[in-house]
């Protein structure tokens, strides 16, 4: 464990500075001159003096040499300062702080609208295989995959929010408001989640240990319950942890049709703004928490399931 | 003047000949896999149903300008929100656009951008997975770095960035999305070739003196490249989501071209009025992602081998 732990930790900075690396190129990316667009945003209409452009480019350091800029931006990101928005001139890691609430909120809601979906589908899919639960269960999974986000979204919002007015169709505060964008993130997530649980159980169903609790005359309910569950359900963790990318990517989409104020929804905005330090800032700060949560999935199987060989490097 | 017709002559005649040997070649050998490997591919209803889908859409792509009844960007302000009727069959569009034809096009759109991203993947991952897996060493190290780097965002997050840093248009969604997507694959094609390197096969053509570019060419690749083929398949689906996502944010296809994403976002508005506007791009949207999703099911049960190299075994 301890040398698996540390290979991680060591490998974690490594990630982190080539992450740092493409935040930072991507704004060196943008068309046009950060300080031109930022005097056209103070002063919309006027064009920008040429001496006013000459002089906020210094200001803002940006005539120093690339790595120069790179090493003092990082300086910056480290300690908790990303920059400011073109836009609202405010410090965009506390924009973003401000809209992650929502956004975690949507993300877990989700994940417990799938796992609350797809356990007991693919339980009982696989526990009565080949009934016609099933076949519903195999439905809804391909289902699940075709049907893309956006559409699943603007259906529900459709029939349960304008024709059926059981739910609000935008919004944010209540718990009602969160029913439907949940809905639509966790179903993508609970095709593969019980299309993995099915397999997963079936898998273990077969084993030799399985027939031995049920040869001792323990209770079904108690064998898949007690015994097969145990271990089917360990893919399933990674799979989680993995769906966790997933719904955070997903959630840009789903937050925009549903004007959630989550971070999603923060950076398209920011995009038709053209507030390129925010999409910069939201990237960097989307990978980091990216990469928290795959860390401590890996850890937590691997804290699981004692049969896996710590030493080894993971995929 | 006359030698020298007489060789472009014969020069055309070899080409006729080396086309017509090329294209015998290539039928023989799909005939095959037909009675072959992929006959278990025919006996699956639902990859068949996935197989005639596709080439139900992708005719309906190719024919669009026969097929369509209107020109799909011709706009009458005077004809607007229609309902289906003999004129326009599925009515018409905010704008007085038919939304048949636009439907129709818009295939065409989907398709082909969405077959000019998988192109480009493959390229890029069949170019460096296939030098990191051969060569090994330092090429591996950076090329799996980069792999690795690229794996440690959430894909659709970063393609968002992307294009919004380079600005919404359809050729940055494009590329935005080939650059996200490529990782995954190269890990996958150094598996394989990491594989096919180990084969007698290799050592024997390399004890014959072939260099290493014709070992890579012609050994490895004829060896990874069926496999490739389900994968490429198996992911249409995916790549059609997303870029049909980033279209719906308005990132990509800007109007007026005809692109189902955009159909659907521009039918927001007309939830209440008209939800046959987001119907129909939906619908079309969700049946041409299910056909790929089908046939690649249907292609991976038929090639067994292949079961290998995905995570879900699906029986």
């Given at each position: 464990?301890?040398?698996?732990?540390?290979?991680?930790?060591?490998?974690?900075?490594?990630?982190?500075?080539?992450?740092?690396?493409?935040?930072?190129?991507?704004?060196?990316?943008?068309?046009?001159?950060?300080?031109?667009?930022?005097?056209?945003?103070?002063?919309?209409?006027?064009?920008?003096?040429?001496?006013?452009?000459?002089?906020?480019?210094?200001?803002?350091?940006?005539?120093?040499?690339?790595?120069?800029?790179?090493?003092?931006?990082?300086?910056?990101?480290?300690?908790?300062?990303?920059?400011?928005?073109?836009?609202?001139?405010?410090?965009?890691?506390?924009?973003?702080?401000?809209?992650?609430?929502?956004?975690?909120?949507?993300?877990?809601?989700?994940?417990?609208?799938?796992?609350?979906?797809?356990?007991?589908?693919?339980?009982?899919?696989?526990?009565?295989?080949?009934?016609?639960?099933?076949?519903?269960?195999?439905?809804?999974?391909?289902?699940?995959?075709?049907?893309?986000?956006?559409?699943?979204?603007?259906?529900?919002?459709?029939?349960?929010?304008?024709?059926?007015?059981?739910?609000?169709?935008?919004?944010?505060?209540?718990?009602?408001?969160?029913?439907?964008?949940?809905?639509?993130l966790g179903a993508g997530v609970?095709?593969?989640?019980?299309?993995?649980?099915?397999?997963?159980?079936?898998?273990?169903?077969?084993?030799?240990?399985?027939?031995?609790?049920?040869?001792?005359?323990?209770?079904?309910?108690?064998?898949?319950?007690?015994?097969?569950?145990?271990?089917?359900?360990?893919?399933?963790?990674?799979?989680?942890?993995?769906?966790?990318?997933?719904?955070?990517?997903?959630?840009?989409?789903?937050?925009?049709?549903?004007?959630?104020?989550?971070?999603?929804?923060?950076?398209?905005?920011?995009?038709?703004?053209?507030?390129?330090?925010?999409?910069?800032?939201?990237?960097?700060?989307?990978?980091?928490?990216?990469?928290?949560?795959?860390?401590?999935?890996?850890?937590?199987?691997?804290?699981?399931?004692?049969?896996?060989?710590?030493?080894?490097?993971?995929? | 003047?006359?030698?020298?017709?007489?060789?472009?002559?014969?020069?055309?005649?070899?080409?006729?000949?080396?086309?017509?040997?090329?294209?015998l070649w290539l039928l023989s050998?799909?005939?095959?896999?037909?009675?072959?490997?992929?006959?278990?591919?025919?006996?699956?209803?639902?990859?068949?149903?996935?197989?005639?889908?596709?080439?139900?859409?992708?005719?309906?792509?190719?024919?669009?300008?026969?097929?369509?009844?209107?020109?799909?960007?011709?706009?009458?302000?005077?004809?607007?929100?229609?309902?289906?009727?003999?004129?326009?069959?599925?009515?018409?569009?905010?704008?007085?656009?038919?939304?048949?034809?636009?439907?129709?096009?818009?295939?065409?759109?989907?398709?082909?951008?969405?077959?000019?991203?998988l192109a480009t993947v493959m390229?890029?991952?069949?170019?460096?997975?296939?030098?990191?897996?051969?060569?090994?060493?330092?090429?591996?190290?950076?090329?799996?770095?980069?792999?690795?780097?690229?794996?440690?965002?959430?894909?659709?997050?970063?393609?968002?960035?992307?294009?919004?840093?380079?600005?919404?248009?359809?050729?940055?969604?494009?590329?935005?999305?080939?650059?996200?997507?490529?990782?995954?694959?190269?890990?996958?094609?150094?598996?394989?070739?990491?594989?096919?390197?180990?084969?007698?096969?290799?050592?024997?053509?390399?004890?014959?003196?072939?260099?290493?570019?014709?070992?890579?060419?012609?050994?490895?690749?004829?060896?990874?490249?069926?496999?490739?083929?389900?994968?490429?398949?198996?992911?249409?689906?995916?790549?059609?989501?997303?870029?049909?996502?980033?279209?719906?944010?308005?990132?990509?296809?800007?109007?007026?071209?005809?692109?189902?994403?955009?159909?659907?976002?521009?039918?927001?508005?007309?939830?209440?009025?008209?939800?046959?506007?987001?119907?129909?791009?939906?619908?079309?949207?969700?049946?041409?992602?299910?056909?790929?999703?089908?046939?690649?099911?249907?292609?991976?049960?038929?090639?067994?081998?292949?079961?290998?190299?995905?995570?879900?075994?699906?029986?």
């Open positions: 464990m301890q040398t698996y732990l540390a290979r991680r930790l060591l490998f974690l900075p490594g990630l982190l500075v080539g992450i740092s690396l493409i935040s930072f190129s991507l704004l060196n990316l943008a068309p046009g001159d950060p300080a031109e667009i930022l005097l056209r945003l103070q002063q919309p209409g006027a064009e920008a003096p040429r001496e006013a452009v000459l002089a906020l480019r210094q200001a803002l350091h940006l005539d120093d040499p690339l790595p120069l800029r790179y090493g003092r931006w990082l300086y910056g990101a480290v300690h908790g300062d990303l920059g400011t928005s073109y836009r609202s001139g405010k410090s965009i890691l506390h924009e973003l702080g401000q809209r992650l609430p929502a956004t975690l909120l949507l993300a877990v809601a989700s994940l417990a609208m799938a796992l609350a979906l797809s356990l007991p589908l693919g339980i009982g899919a696989a526990v009565w295989r080949g009934s016609p639960l099933d076949g519903l269960s195999r439905c809804l999974g391909l289902l699940g995959t075709s049907v893309p986000s956006y559409v699943l979204a603007l259906t529900l919002m459709w029939l349960l929010a304008v024709k059926l007015h059981w739910l609000p169709a935008i919004g944010y505060g209540d718990p009602q408001h969160l029913v439907l964008p949940a809905l639509t609970s095709a593969s989640l019980m299309r993995l649980t099915r397999a997963s159980l079936l898998d273990v169903l077969a084993q030799d240990y399985v027939r031995t609790a049920r040869a001792k005359g323990v209770r079904e309910g108690t064998v898949i319950g007690a015994h097969a569950l145990k271990s089917a359900l360990l893919p399933v963790v990674t799979v989680l942890g993995m769906s966790l990318g997933h719904l955070l990517g997903g959630a840009v989409i789903v937050e925009t049709i549903f004007g959630w104020p989550g971070v999603g929804k923060y950076a398209v905005d920011a995009i038709f703004l053209r507030d390129y330090p925010v999409i910069q800032g939201f990237v960097l700060y989307m990978a980091v928490i990216f990469l928290c949560i795959n860390l401590a999935v890996d850890l937590a199987y691997r804290w699981l399931d004692p049969r896996l060989h710590f030493g080894r490097q993971a995929t | 003047m006359r030698g020298q017709g007489a060789v472009k002559a014969s020069l055309a005649h070899v080409r006729g000949l080396w086309n017509q040997h090329a294209l050998r799909l005939r095959l896999a037909i009675r072959g490997p992929l006959r278990p591919f025919w006996r699956d209803p639902a990859a068949v149903a996935g197989l005639s889908l596709i080439t139900v859409v992708l005719m309906a792509a190719l024919g669009s300008p026969l097929l369509a009844p209107h020109d799909p960007t011709a706009v009458n302000l005077e004809q607007r929100l229609l309902a289906p009727n003999r004129h326009f069959p599925l009515g018409t569009d905010h704008l007085g656009r038919d939304e048949l034809s636009r439907l129709l096009y818009g295939a065409r759109t989907t398709l082909a951008t969405a077959s000019v991203v390229a890029i991952a069949c170019t460096l997975g296939t030098l990191a897996g051969y060569y090994g060493g330092w090429r591996d190290t950076v090329i799996m770095s980069l792999v690795d780097l690229l794996l440690a965002f959430p894909a659709l997050i970063l393609a968002v960035a992307i294009v919004g840093t380079l600005g919404p248009s359809l050729t940055h969604a494009m590329l935005a999305l080939a650059t996200v997507w490529w990782a995954g694959y190269a890990r996958l094609i150094r598996g394989m070739v990491l594989a096919v390197r180990q084969r007698e096969f290799i050592e024997a053509a390399r004890a014959l003196g072939a260099s290493d570019t014709r070992i890579m060419l012609h050994h490895v690749w004829r060896n990874t490249l069926g496999p490739l083929m389900v994968l490429a398949t198996l992911d249409m689906g995916g790549i059609i989501l997303g870029i049909a996502g980033l279209n719906f944010l308005g990132l990509g296809t800007q109007p007026p071209t005809p692109e189902w994403g955009v159909m659907l976002s521009d039918g927001r508005p007309f939830m209440q009025s008209a939800p046959r506007m987001m119907l129909y791009p939906g619908v079309a949207l969700c049946l041409v992602v299910l056909g790929f999703n089908l046939l690649g099911d249907g292609l991976r049960d038929a090639l067994d081998p292949m079961n290998q190299w995905t995570y879900e075994r699906v029986e």
